[in-house]
């Protein structure tokens, strides 16, 4: 990913149809973040693409192919 802020996007559904929320990253030269608010014991599939601002219009990459994330207990 060629861009220096990251879209992240989640969702309990793989295909991305429902419940999808949406994260920015801003750190540059990384993709970690840390998702507060996931519950316990559920899988959520995670994707992201980057994307940048040239005068005043946004262009966003291709997002990635889905990971599948089991979040454990805390």
Excluded: E
Excluded at 31 to 55: H, P
């Amino acid at each position: 990913m060629k861009g220096k802020t990251k879209k992240l996007q989640y969702s309990k559904d793989k295909n991305f149809k429902s419940g999808v929320k949406k994260v920015t990253v801003n750190k540059k030269g990384t993709a970690n973040t840390t998702i507060k608010g996931l519950k316990s014991k559920s899988t959520y599939y995670v994707r992201m693409a980057s994307y940048k601002k040239v005068s005043g219009k946004t262009y966003i990459g291709k997002y990635s192919t889905a990971r599948k994330i089991k979040v454990t207990s805390f």
